[in-house]
């Protein structure tokens, strides 16, 4: 069975950095494309990062450009999301995803979802 688990999230400050954590059980992480998508109360979700199976090729929102890394490591079926010089309107619950897509990180139509993990930057 797949599942998605997120962890890492928190209340920091503005300016301030958090490292979010997606593990990923029932599934080997080479052969799926991973994505980081975030939603703020009464907001839609949208997308934030996302990379091929092996981690070579990624993308970001326009938005995380410059602040946010994501990585792998498909041996650990680990990613990550490293977030710096955190913003107020970076506040949502962050999730991962999972799909077998070649491609398309940005659509927000992943088969696999992890719960999220809450994160709150204050001003």
């Known amino acids: 069975q797949v599942q998605l688990v997120e962890s890492g999230g928190g209340l920091v400050q503005a300016g301030g950095s958090l490292r979010l954590s997606c593990a990923a059980s029932?599934?080997?992480?080479?052969?799926?494309?991973m994505g980081w998508f975030r939603q703020a109360p009464g907001k839609e979700r949208e997308f934030v990062a996302g990379?091929?199976?092996?981690?070579?090729?990624?993308v970001y929102a326009d938005s995380v450009k410059g602040r946010f890394t994501m990585s792998r490591d498909n041996a650990k079926n680990t990613v990550y999301l490293q977030m710096n010089s955190l913003k107020p309107e970076d506040t949502a619950v962050y999730y991962c995803?999972?799909?077998?897509?070649?491609?398309?990180?940005?659509?927000?139509?992943?088969?696999?979802w992890g719960q999220g993990t809450q994160v709150t930057v204050s001003s």
């Open positions: 029932g599934l080997t992480l080479s052969y799926y494309v």
């Open positions: 995803a999972a799909d077998r897509r070649f491609g398309n990180y940005e659509k927000n139509d992943y088969v696999y």
């Open positions: 990379s091929d199976w092996s981690g070579g090729s990624t």
